[in-house]
């Protein structure tokens, strides 16, 4: 439960995620994070409960960025294949200059964060896959909750996997997606199915 004001919570997290970039996640400390807000160190503890909890907090807040630009670009397409691909491009791009992911992926102490993104995602990647499934029963209301829910799994942990070790370029990985999405949905595909 959140003890600290608002405005000092996104002020702890903006602290917090400086210090990630700069110093890795070996080099945060409490006490420098609650210095550069003017709280005691108490009330990090109180409001996080300890770095791990900072850590991730600062992760999810993070994720939110992405998830708030992947509702805009899926409201702004009615077909699902264009939708799909400019949600993953968007993540993906993003990704590549996000200071956060990058430190969790290559910073300082980036293999003491690396679980937030790997084997300790499911906050991030719960919340992804449930923000994506409700936003999209919302525009496409005759999909089947349940097979949008396995497939919106699968192409959040697919696209994690890209933003984590990109292997082909962005739009090339970003039409996939959509391809295996609509294939699986049984949806209309758009225009740029035949692309590879």
């Known amino acids: 439960m959140s003890t600290a004001r608002p405005s000092h919570r996104d002020a702890l997290l903006d602290a917090a995620a400086e210090q990630i970039v700069q110093r890795g996640y070996r080099g945060v400390r409490m006490r420098?994070?609650?210095?550069?807000v003017g709280v005691s160190r108490q009330t990090v503890y109180n409001e996080f409960g300890d770095k791990w909890g900072m850590a991730q907090a600062v992760v999810l807040r993070d994720n939110e960025r992405y998830l708030e630009g992947i509702n805009r670009l899926l409201s702004e397409h009615d077909?699902?294949?264009a939708a799909v691909e400019a949600a993953v491009l968007f993540t993906l791009e993003t990704a590549a200059d996000d200071p956060i992911t990058k430190a969790v992926l290559t910073g300082a102490g980036g293999d003491e964060l690396l679980p937030l993104l790997?084997?300790?995602?499911?906050?991030?990647?719960?919340?992804?896959?449930?923000?994506?499934?409700?936003?999209?029963?919302?525009?496409?209301?005759?999909?089947?909750?349940?097979?949008?829910?396995?497939?919106?799994d699968a192409a959040v942990r697919l696209t994690t996997s890209h933003c984590m070790l990109p292997a082909e370029p962005p739009e090339r990985v970003a039409r996939f997606i959509a391809r295996l999405v609509t294939r699986y949905l049984g949806t209309s595909t758009g225009a740029g199915t035949g692309e590879s």
């Open 32 to 36: 420098d994070v609650a210095a550069a």
């Open 79 to 81: 077909d699902v294949y």
């Open 118 to 152: 790997t084997t300790r995602a499911e906050p991030v990647l719960f919340t992804a896959s449930a923000r994506i499934v409700e936003h999209a029963l919302q525009q496409w209301p005759e999909m089947e909750r349940d097979e949008l829910t396995e497939i919106a």
